[in-house]
């Protein structure tokens, strides 16, 4: 979808500009040299070596033992602290407990340091922690559980009824039901008599080294991350210490630069990739600090990120729109942040945001749990892109219809044009390419044969397009839409994306998510907005500039045919707007309590859906 913004005034254009060429051209020079200085280490990675998450932890404990390796809200962990905790969990598990390299443990806490103990105490004696969502919950919670069933359950008091509710349709066995933890909190919630407090059995254990730390090869798991994908219902993605030990180099050394003395402030989920992937792995590379906080939040952001004097923090888009919508306050730009990390942040609003906040670079990158995710990153700090790769990938036709790459007349995909929107794929080169536990999910997400007879192509999932600064020297790429997201209407692709970020801009709203929906007896999905405004009421709610400035901002085609006002979005843990009920409950007014309008054919602005225009819909009254 190419949408027109020449007669938007308000709006700064996507492409970088003159200056950013100068820029990239000038701190490419430094970035290509921090690049070569670790090529070699990265090159030495490989599956068999003994590159792993334990020995850089150890590392930083013997040689930082008296810097902060966590902050969590008034609690202070040294590297020496930080690496004993880790100790106690691994050694417990080991000897009393009897776990081997290869078990599994279900870890169901929220963002605090008891999760992180969990996490890489049980990496250092190879056992896998499978990270539940902790916003998860009956039948979804059970699926996640049983995909890869635990030996040990290790839950925190803040999830233990959510865990309970769901316990009998486990299915526990005896020996399972013999090791189930629990995590006090804050103390609100008792301890049920069949689980063990976890903090009294390790809080007096060994707090050497595991000799097994210097075991554990780069090919080793020590996680699931769990990941819906396009398929809907989650799957493990599979965590080695090698990936992270990767990611390490990547994120510290060749994409942000981070040294010993930077603070990362982390709001992102831990059972998520972004916060270990990203903002953890790349404090493990040089011993930089990590300051925690239980959930996101936008009010409390910048304060946070001041008491911890933070000097990084990483992102996804959804965490930038909610400080920007966040009014002004002085504590805006007096902060240590200067560069960040992540994903997602809207190209409309990226220059504004860097000037608002005072934050000097954007590292802004294109990743996925999944470890054969082509990677482009913008390490030059240029603005509106997620950079670029030297892995091998493509950007081919997609049909939005069938939900199917587009193949030629010999059964091959079609590479874009320059500038066109299209599917990503990542090549895979190694026969070592799972991805996730199950091999019928990693089949969904491969094709073959794609521009020759045996070669293998990873599937994102997300639709991007390339441009090309410095006159082709420099190819970059840029964000369009997921495909789940992306529909067709009058024959055009719609990215919802680019419709949320004009509605977005309207001066009353505040937020915006806009799918496609089915009208009897027309072809594609037509658009449909569901809104949170700042008005009082509707009756507020300017229609007549808001129509004139979707007209001024978007062709015919991609402008919402119905808008829903609604109270409240429901979000993923990751702060990722679900879609998927808004799309069931569609413009259906039997199921939808929320005010409804709608854009009429031939009219000149939205008015109210009433009963009687939704059976003229539904029987084929409008020729849309």
Same mark, same amino acid.
């Given at each position: 979808?190419?949408?027109?913004?020449?007669?938007?005034?308000?709006?700064?254009?996507?492409?970088?500009?003159?200056?950013?060429?100068?820029?990239?051209?000038?701190?490419?020079?430094?970035?290509?040299?921090?690049?070569?200085?670790?090529?070699?280490?990265?090159?030495?990675?490989?599956?068999?070596?003994?590159?792993?998450?334990?020995?850089?932890?150890?590392?930083?404990?013997?040689?930082?033992?008296?810097?902060?390796?966590?902050?969590?809200?008034?609690?202070?962990?040294?590297?020496?602290?930080?690496?004993?905790?880790?100790?106690?969990?691994?050694?417990?598990?080991?000897?009393?407990?009897?776990?081997?390299?290869?078990?599994?443990?279900?870890?169901?806490?929220?963002?605090?340091?008891?999760?992180?103990?969990?996490?890489?105490?049980?990496?250092?004696?190879?056992?896998?922690?499978?990270?539940?969502?902790?916003?998860?919950?009956?039948?979804?919670?059970?699926?996640?559980?049983?995909?890869?069933?635990?030996?040990?359950?290790?839950?925190?008091?803040?999830?233990?009824?959510?865990?309970?509710?769901?316990?009998?349709?486990?299915?526990?066995?005896?020996?399972?039901?013999?090791?189930?933890?629990?995590?006090?909190?804050?103390?609100?919630?008792?301890?049920?008599?069949?689980?063990?407090?976890?903090?009294?059995?390790?809080?007096?254990?060994?707090?050497?080294?595991?000799?097994?730390?210097?075991?554990?090869?780069?090919?080793?798991?020590?996680?699931?991350?769990?990941?819906?994908?396009?398929?809907?219902?989650?799957?493990?993605?599979?965590?080695?210490?090698?990936?992270?030990?990767?990611?390490?180099?990547?994120?510290?050394?060749?994409? /942000? %630069? !981070?040294?010993?003395?930077?603070?990362?402030? @982390?709001?992102?989920? =831990?059972?998520?990739?972004?916060? *270990?992937?990203?903002?953890?792995?790349?404090?493990?590379?040089?011993?930089?600090?990590?300051?925690?906080?239980?959930?996101?939040?936008?009010?409390?952001?910048?304060?946070?990120?001041?008491?911890?004097?933070?000097?990084?923090?990483?992102?996804?888009?959804?965490?930038?729109?909610?400080?920007?919508?966040?009014?002004?306050?002085?504590?805006?730009?007096?902060?240590?942040?200067?560069?960040?990390?992540?994903?997602?942040?809207?190209?409309?609003?990226?220059?504004?945001?860097?000037?608002?906040?005072?934050?000097?670079?954007?590292?802004?990158?294109?990743?996925?749990?999944?470890?054969?995710?082509?990677?482009?990153?913008?390490?030059?700090?240029?603005?509106?892109? /997620? %950079? !670029?790769?030297?892995?091998?990938?493509?950007? @081919?036709?997609?049909? =939005?219809?069938?939900?199917?790459? *587009?193949?030629?007349?010999?059964?091959?995909?079609?590479?874009?044009?320059?500038?066109?929107?299209?599917?990503?794929?990542?090549?895979?080169?190694?026969?070592?390419?799972?991805?996730?536990?199950?091999?019928?999910?990693?089949?969904?997400?491969?094709?073959?044969?794609?521009?020759?007879?045996?070669?293998?192509?990873?599937?994102?999932?997300?639709?991007?397009?390339?441009?090309?600064?410095?006159?082709?020297?420099?190819?970059?790429?840029?964000?369009?839409?997921?495909?789940?997201?992306?529909?067709?209407?009058?024959?055009?692709?719609?990215?919802?994306?680019?419709?949320?970020?004009?509605?977005?801009?309207?001066?009353?709203?505040?937020?915006?998510?806009?799918?496609?929906?089915?009208?009897?007896?027309?072809?594609?999905?037509?658009?449909?907005?569901?809104?949170?405004?700042?008005?009082?009421?509707?009756?507020?709610?300017?229609?007549?500039?808001?129509?004139?400035?979707?007209?001024?901002?978007?062709?015919?085609?991609?402008?919402?045919?119905?808008?829903?006002?609604?109270?409240?979005?429901?979000?993923?843990?990751?702060?990722?707007?679900?879609?998927?009920?808004?799309?069931?409950?569609?413009?259906?007014?039997?199921?939808?309590?929320?005010?409804?309008?709608?854009?009429?054919?031939?009219?000149?602005?939205?008015?109210?859906?009433?009963?009687?225009?939704?059976?003229?819909?539904?029987?084929?009254?409008?020729?849309?």
């Amino acid at each position: 979808m190419s949408i027109n913004r020449t007669q938007s005034k308000k709006r700064n254009s996507y492409l970088p500009s003159k200056w950013d060429y100068i820029k990239t051209w000038l701190f490419s020079r430094h970035v290509i040299k921090r690049m070569e200085s670790v090529v070699d280490e990265a090159l030495a990675i490989t599956p068999e070596s003994y590159n792993n998450v334990a020995i850089l932890i150890e590392k930083h404990a013997k040689e930082y033992p008296n810097d902060a390796a966590l902050l969590f809200e008034d609690e202070r962990y040294t590297h020496k602290e930080y690496n004993e905790w880790c100790n106690r969990y691994a050694n417990y598990f080991q000897k009393k407990v009897g776990l081997n390299k290869g078990d599994i443990a279900v870890v169901f806490i929220t963002n605090r340091p008891e999760m992180m103990f969990t996490i890489f105490g049980l990496s250092k004696i190879g056992v896998i922690s499978s990270l539940i969502n902790t916003k998860q919950r009956s039948n979804s919670l059970v699926h996640s559980i049983n995909i890869d069933p635990g030996k040990v359950f290790i839950i925190g008091e803040e999830l233990i009824e959510a865990f309970e509710d769901i316990r009998q349709d486990l299915k526990l066995s005896e020996e399972q039901s013999n090791h189930l933890y629990f995590v006090p909190d804050n103390g609100d919630v008792k301890k049920p008599d069949e689980f063990q407090n976890l903090l009294d059995l390790v809080k007096n254990e060994d707090i050497s080294n595991p000799p097994t730390s210097k075991t554990l090869q780069a090919k080793d798991p020590y996680a699931y991350i769990f990941t819906s994908g396009t398929t809907g219902l989650p799957k493990a993605a599979i965590i080695t210490h090698g990936h992270t030990y990767d990611c390490s180099i990547y994120f510290a050394d060749t994409v /942000v %630069g !981070f040294d010993h003395k930077d603070v990362i402030y @982390v709001t992102t989920p =831990l059972f998520h990739s972004h916060a *270990i992937q990203v903002a953890y792995a790349a404090a493990l590379r040089y011993g930089s600090t990590i300051a925690l906080r239980r959930k996101f939040s936008a009010s409390k952001f910048w304060d946070d990120a001041i008491k911890f004097k933070a000097t990084s923090f990483n992102y996804i888009g959804e965490i930038c729109r909610y400080l920007y919508n966040q009014p002004e306050k002085p504590t805006d730009r007096k902060h240590y942040i200067k560069k960040i990390v992540g994903n997602g942040l809207r190209n409309e609003m990226w220059r504004d945001f860097k000037k608002r906040f005072g934050i000097k670079q954007i590292f802004e990158f294109y990743g996925a749990t999944e470890k054969n995710s082509p990677n482009l990153a913008n390490r030059f700090n240029l603005n509106c892109t /997620v %950079g !670029f790769t030297l892995n091998p990938y493509a950007i @081919v036709k997609y049909d =939005l219809d069938t939900n199917e790459p *587009i193949r030629d007349e010999n059964g091959y995909m079609i590479r874009v044009k320059e500038g066109k929107a299209g599917l990503l794929i990542a090549q895979i080169i190694t026969d070592d390419f799972y991805i996730y536990t199950n091999k019928n999910a990693n089949e969904k997400k491969i094709f073959r044969n794609v521009f020759e007879e045996g070669d293998i192509f990873f599937n994102t999932g997300d639709l991007i397009k390339e441009i090309r600064i410095f006159k082709k020297i420099y190819k970059h790429a840029q964000f369009v839409d997921r495909i789940g997201d992306t529909f067709r209407w009058k024959g055009e692709n719609v990215s919802t994306e680019e419709v949320e970020a004009v509605i977005n801009d309207f001066d009353q709203v505040e937020m915006s998510c806009v799918y496609g929906v089915l009208i009897p007896n027309t072809e594609g999905r037509a658009g449909m907005v569901s809104l949170i405004t700042n008005s009082k009421s509707i009756n507020d709610f300017n229609f007549s500039k808001f129509y004139s400035m979707l007209q001024d901002c978007l062709p015919e085609y991609a402008i919402p045919k119905f808008i829903r006002f609604t109270p409240k979005l429901i979000t993923t843990a990751t702060l990722k707007i679900q879609k998927g009920n808004l799309k069931k409950e569609s413009f259906n007014l039997e199921k939808i309590e929320d005010s409804l309008y709608i854009l009429l054919p031939n009219s000149s602005g939205y008015e109210l859906m009433t009963k009687e225009i939704y059976n003229r819909i539904l029987n084929s009254k409008y020729n849309f």
